[in-house]
């Protein structure tokens, strides 16, 4: 039994990464609560590799076209829809065994909100004197949609380090939440209390997240653990796709190294990680901070051979090769560079500069430190020119980098969430605000932004293939429509790039072996055809 049972719900997506849904935020909130007394228990429903096909919702069976059918191809994408995560069931059942007072939900993107409500609709129905509260990115940005649920007392916005146990004390007590920074709910007279979002000006001010709260099994990258840190909040940017800048909790600020060193000491004697994924909004803004954090690390793990990585991606003009060199000694095996586009026009819509000068820079140090580069493109936003994408794809190939392809998506409290709202570009359903269901329809259709999608994944086929000194095949008409199943991948992969780079057509391979052609963007394809060529 515990006073506050803390809840990761499950997730049902076409895909999941497992190494970035770590609860961070309710590791660190369990820590002030425990500070302030409180028996605290984690409950991490995708802490499990347990998954299983279900049926896509109604409102995404216009996706069936993009992945209606199995591709056992090396440049697949999706095909089945899934529950990632404990079932429902197994929730109750820890729910009734920790009987907390206080029950507190993760709800961080509102395309999975439902699943949240879901949760906190099984908590109530278990313990219906149960308090419940959200917390995340979803009730931050749109409380009054998350407060509609009857299941949901609370909910908090902002950071919840400064609210939780506030408000877990006041209902201990008996006393009114009233005043509580960022708690939101019902009044007797059924309207709403909204306060403004809660924020940490003294990220040291907070005690070091519960480590041990993690399933560091399942969390393993390779032999050891993997785990998430934030060693800053917030950004100093304002891009357009992105809540971040908008925000009263996007203020940035930086936690100390000395707090940081501490956390992950933490993480290795807990643990032993090996394996730690930043994931700052703008982790090396601050050179000078930054520096100081690399040479840290270096001294203190010298001997724990430790990967580093800043998945949410990396600015740029913020690097140089002295950084790298130093990035590259305290951990860093990948750089994720984050380039957005090389259109001027989208720039200026993105509010973005242009980082095509530092990001080629960055490229020559980083092959003779060894360390690969991803660069990151954003497609599908709204007004954004399709063909104008295909460029920057083929930027990308003409560089030493592989391709990361991120779908647009509108995020609630971004201003282009304002302007798809504003123009009625946003789809009918919340569910539908997340890339994998392609969610815009506008300059670039979502034929268009799948077409882009596969032709990310065949650019970075090929340059797997010349990184394993193998050749790249020469264009071939199709001759088959049979492929062995069991057929080496690398060489699948190489008769299906014969045969695109003859006519354009992208082929994928079913359980069976059957050989077949997927929808794309004609134009896109054969632009990208003629530009991959021009740059070979």
Same mark, same amino acid.
């Given at each position: 039994?515990? !006073?506050?049972?803390? @809840?990761?719900?499950? @997730?049902?997506?076409?895909?999941?990464?497992?190494?970035?849904?770590?609860?961070?935020?309710?590791?660190?909130?369990?820590?002030?609560?425990?500070?302030?007394?409180?028996?605290?228990?984690?409950?991490?429903?995708?802490?499990?590799?347990?998954?299983?096909?279900?049926?896509?919702?109604?409102?995404?069976?216009?996706?069936?076209?993009?992945?209606?059918?199995?591709?056992?191809?090396?440049?697949? %994408?999706?095909?089945?829809?899934?529950?990632?995560?404990?079932?429902?069931?197994?929730?109750?059942?820890?729910?009734?065994?920790?009987?907390?007072? %206080?029950?507190?939900?993760?709800?961080?993107?509102?395309?999975?909100?439902?699943?949240?409500?879901?949760?906190?609709?099984?908590? =109530?129905?278990?313990?219906?004197?149960?308090? +419940?509260? /959200?917390?995340?990115?979803?009730?931050?940005?749109?409380?009054? #949609?998350?407060?509609?649920?009857?299941?949901?007392?609370?909910?908090?916005? &902002?950071?919840?380090?400064?609210?939780?146990? $506030?408000?877990?004390?006041?209902?201990?007590?008996?006393?009114?939440?009233?005043?509580?920074?960022?708690?939101?709910?019902?009044?007797?007279?059924?309207?709403?209390? @909204?306060?403004?979002?809660?924020?940490?000006?003294?990220?040291?001010?907070?005690?070091?997240? %519960?480590?041990?709260?993690?399933?560091? =099994?399942?969390?393993?990258?390779?032999?050891?653990?993997?785990?998430?840190?934030?060693?800053?909040?917030?950004?100093?940017?304002?891009?357009?796709?992105?809540?971040?800048?908008?925000?009263?909790?996007?203020?940035?600020?930086?936690?100390?190294? !000395?707090?940081?060193?501490?956390?992950?000491?933490?993480?290795?004697?807990?643990?032993?990680?090996?394996?730690?994924?930043?994931?700052?909004?703008?982790?090396?803004?601050?050179?000078?901070?930054?520096? #100081?954090?690399?040479?840290?690390? +270096?001294?203190?793990?010298?001997?724990?051979?430790?990967?580093?990585?800043?998945?949410?991606? /990396?600015?740029?003009?913020?690097?140089?090769?002295?950084?790298? *060199?130093?990035?590259? =000694?305290?951990?860093?095996?990948?750089?994720?560079?984050?380039?957005?586009?090389?259109?001027?026009?989208? /720039?200026?819509?993105?509010?973005?500069?242009?980082?095509?000068?530092?990001?080629?820079?960055?490229?020559?140090?980083?092959?003779?430190?060894?360390?690969?580069?991803?660069?990151?493109?954003?497609?599908?936003?709204?007004?954004?020119?399709? /063909?104008?994408?295909?460029?920057?794809?083929?930027?990308?190939?003409?560089?030493?980098?592989?391709?990361?392809?991120?779908?647009?998506?509108?995020?609630?409290?971004?201003?282009?969430?304002?302007?798809?709202?504003?123009?009625?570009?946003?789809?009918?359903?919340?569910? $539908?605000?997340?890339?994998?269901?392609?969610?815009?329809?506008? %300059?670039?259709?979502?034929?268009?932004?799948?077409?882009?999608?596969?032709?990310?994944?065949?650019?970075?086929?090929?340059?797997?293939?010349?990184?394993?000194?193998?050749?790249?095949?020469?264009?071939?008409?199709?001759?088959?429509?049979?492929?062995?199943?069991?057929?080496?991948?690398?060489?699948?992969?190489?008769?299906?790039? *014969?045969?695109?780079?003859?006519? &354009?057509?992208?082929?994928?391979? !079913?359980?069976?072996?059957?050989?077949?052609?997927?929808?794309?963007?004609?134009?896109?394809?054969?632009?990208?055809?003629?530009?991959?060529?021009?740059?070979?």
């Amino acid at each position: 039994m515990a !006073d506050i049972l803390l @809840i990761q719900p499950p @997730i049902r997506d076409y895909y999941l990464t497992k190494k970035r849904t770590i609860p961070y935020g309710l590791m660190s909130i369990a820590a002030c609560l425990e500070q302030k007394g409180f028996t605290v228990e984690l409950l991490d429903a995708l802490a499990t590799s347990k998954s299983s096909v279900i049926d896509a919702p109604p409102e995404m069976a216009f996706l069936k076209p993009f992945y209606g059918r199995e591709d056992c191809s090396p440049v697949a %994408l999706f095909h089945h829809y899934r529950h990632f995560g404990y079932a429902f069931q197994h929730i109750g059942n820890v729910v009734r065994e920790s009987r907390p007072f %206080l029950a507190g939900i993760a709800s961080l993107f509102t395309p999975y909100a439902d699943m949240a409500v879901q949760t906190a609709g099984i908590v =109530k129905k278990i313990l219906p004197d149960c308090w +419940i509260v /959200l917390g995340g990115h979803h009730p931050t940005e749109l409380p009054y #949609a998350a407060l509609e649920s009857q299941a949901v007392d609370f909910i908090i916005r &902002g950071e919840g380090e400064a609210s939780m146990s $506030l408000l877990a004390k006041a209902l201990q007590g008996g006393l009114d939440p009233e005043g509580i920074p960022g708690v939101c709910f019902k009044k007797s007279d059924t309207t709403l209390k @909204i306060a403004e979002p809660a924020i940490i000006k003294n990220l040291d001010s907070c005690p070091l997240p %519960l480590a041990n709260l993690m399933k560091a =099994k399942y969390y393993k990258r390779g032999d050891r653990p993997g785990y998430t840190i934030l060693a800053s909040r917030g950004c100093p940017f304002n891009c357009s796709y992105c809540a971040m800048g908008q925000s009263p909790v996007g203020v940035y600020r930086q936690r100390s190294v !000395d707090s940081i060193i501490a956390e992950m000491n933490n993480a290795v004697q807990l643990h032993n990680c090996g394996f730690f994924d930043f994931e700052d909004e703008n982790l090396s803004h601050d050179k000078k901070w930054f520096t #100081a954090l690399l040479k840290a690390i +270096i001294h203190t793990f010298e001997n724990n051979d430790l990967e580093l990585r800043a998945m949410n991606g /990396l600015f740029p003009p913020s690097l140089d090769e002295n950084l790298l *060199k130093l990035m590259k =000694k305290a951990g860093f095996k990948t750089l994720n560079l984050s380039l957005g586009t090389t259109s001027g026009s989208q /720039l200026r819509r993105f509010n973005r500069p242009d980082v095509r000068k530092s990001f080629n820079s960055l490229l020559g140090p980083a092959k003779n430190l060894g360390l690969a580069c991803v660069g990151y493109i954003i497609v599908g936003a709204p007004f954004q020119d399709p /063909l104008q994408s295909v460029e920057d794809l083929l930027y990308l190939w003409r560089s030493r980098v592989l391709a990361g392809v991120s779908v647009y998506y509108p995020a609630p409290g971004s201003s282009d969430f304002e302007l798809c709202e504003r123009l009625n570009l946003l789809p009918e359903n919340t569910s $539908l605000f997340r890339s994998s269901a392609l969610p815009l329809d506008h %300059l670039t259709s979502r034929l268009q932004t799948v077409t882009l999608l596969r032709l990310g994944r065949i650019a970075n086929f090929m340059k797997l293939l010349t990184d394993q000194g193998l050749s790249l095949p020469n264009a071939e008409a199709c001759s088959q429509t049979h492929i062995s199943p069991s057929m080496d991948r690398l060489e699948m992969g190489r008769m299906l790039l *014969k045969w695109f780079l003859k006519d &354009g057509n992208i082929q994928g391979v !079913d359980d069976n072996g059957n050989v077949y052609t997927h929808a794309v963007a004609e134009e896109l394809v054969e632009r990208f055809i003629e530009g991959m060529h021009v740059g070979r």
